[in-house]
């Protein structure tokens, strides 16, 4: 299993030196990725969690540039509310400064709202999604120009350079909980990304799209809440690192093979002893 850190961009505590001091944590302790998250207008309705958050893609940019080793990840950007051709060369931009170190995890969203305040329309989001992953491909492929004509988007001979570093563009996911979601990652993407999704159900719902594999790779990637208590209070990832680590070895055998982490912790201090803990007693005891 390889483990990355979501980082604090959200949340009335996040600030650029919570954002940095665990990303530089987060690559002195090994883990493998840190990983933003998405919203841009919000309803203050729906605004409870994320409604103060630091854009994503401006932030990757520069996680970029203040980090070496680590990969950097989107989780997750919300692919229909944004022009395709714009995400494609910004994440090609971001891949090429960061010599070849993105990882782009897309969604369709869950606000009607924030849809509403940023002009598009919610009611055919999936449809566009599908298109819109395939504008990522066709884009990070082409080379020198590419050309495409679908049902929303039309362009041609686009010259979008220069190109990602990593070559057919950044590992591509699919991201969210349901069965829909996981059969349009088996169709446009390299992987499906989860959110707090039980091991069992995530081996059951993976079970039902063996076959369409056909034995290709594809990488199941959960995020998940960490919480070391002195018991499990019945959250994907709590309790003691004993009680974790017979958790984490569940989810592998359900199937996943990469789990980023969201540390409960109520200051930096403590984000960083949990990031310390689970790197020092969890990980080494993992099969």
């Known amino acids: 299993m390889n483990f990355g850190v979501v ?7 996040a600030s650029r030196l919570a954002i940095i001091d665990t990303a530089l944590a987060a690559e002195r302790l090994g883990y493998d990725s840190v990983w933003v998250t998405d919203h841009l207008a919000l309803p203050q309705a729906d605004s409870a969690r994320f409604g103060r958050i630091f854009e994503a893609l401006t932030t990757l940019s520069y996680l970029a540039a203040s ?7 989107i989780s997750t950007l919300v692919l229909p509310q944004r022009n395709p ?14 010599g070849g170190r993105v990882i782009f995890t897309a969604g369709i969203g869950w606000s009607e709202g924030e849809y509403t305040n940023l002009g598009q329309n919610f009611k055919n989001r999936a449809r566009r999604m599908d298109e819109a ?17 679908g049902d929303f988007y039309r362009f041609t001979q686009a010259v979008i350079s220069p190109p990602p570093v990593q070559s057919g563009g950044p590992p ?7 069965p829909a979601a996981l059969k349009r990652a088996v169709y446009y993407a390299d992987g499906w990304h989860p959110t707090s999704l039980g091991a069992e ?3 059951e719902q993976l079970s039902a799209v063996k076959p369409l594999l056909g034995g290709r790779p594809f990488t199941v990637c959960s995020r998940l809440h960490i919480a070391f208590t002195s018991q499990t209070d019945g959250k994907p990832l709590s309790g003691t690192p004993e009680q974790i680590r017979g958790q984490l070895q569940a989810y592998k055998q359900a199937g996943v093979d990469y789990v980023i982490l969201y540390f409960e912790a109520e200051s930096a201090g403590e984000r960083e ?3 310390q803990l689970f790197q020092k007693e969890i990980v080494p ?3």
């Open 201 to 203: 159900k995530t081996a």
């Open 67 to 73: 980090t070496s080793r680590l990969r950097l990840g």
């Open 7 to 13: 980082l604090p961009t959200f949340g009335p505590d």
């Open 85 to 98: 051709v714009e995400v494609a060369k910004e994440i090609a931009t971001i891949d090429a400064l960061s």
């Open 273 to 275: 002893r949990g990031m």
């Open 133 to 149: 992953l395939k504008v990522l491909r066709t884009i990070w492929r082409a080379g020198s120009a590419a050309s495409f004509q």
């Open 172 to 178: 591509l996911w699919v991201a969210g909980n349901s």
């Open 285 to 287: 005891g993992l099969d």
